[in-house]
């Protein structure tokens, strides 16, 4: 089996996750050590725990709202709050990806129902 080398990223997590260590090298070429990774939709943080980073779920929550706000300005308030709840191109999915399985901080789940609520 050949691992695909650029396609490969280290992301330490843990007590020591910033302590230099020797680069890694797989069939002569060296993999990248990384601090944020993507993987599965999620940006996953380096550091003494596992993270999450909320900054690019944010992101495509507030494009899914302004794209429906563009669209229909003059929508009535309860109505536009229905398209960001459970409306076809609803918001809601973009901000809670994946957080049944993800032990939030109190200012994680403040700064997920501030997003929340300022576009209601």
């Known amino acids: 089996m050949c691992l695909n080398v650029k396609k490969s990223q280290v992301l330490r ?7 230099k260590v020797n680069r890694l090298v797989i069939n002569g070429s ?4 990384v601090a944020q990774m993507k993987y599965l939709g999620w940006y996953i943080l380096s550091g003494n ?3 999450v980073s909320l900054h690019y779920m944010h992101v495509r929550f507030y494009q899914c709202f302004n794209s429906l706000f563009a669209r229909g ?3 009535s308030e309860p109505v536009l709050q229905h398209l960001v709840i459970r409306g076809p191109t609803c918001c809601k999915p973009y901000l ?6 993800i032990i939030w901080s109190k200012s994680e789940l403040c ?3 501030y997003a929340f609520n300022s576009v209601l």
């Open 96 to 101: 809670l990806y994946g957080c049944e399985v």
């Open 30 to 33: 060296p993999v990248e050590f």
């Open 49 to 51: 725990a596992f993270r």
């Open 111 to 113: 700064n997920i129902s």
């Open 13 to 19: 997590i843990g007590k020591w996750h910033v302590r």
């Open 73 to 75: 300005s003059n929508f």
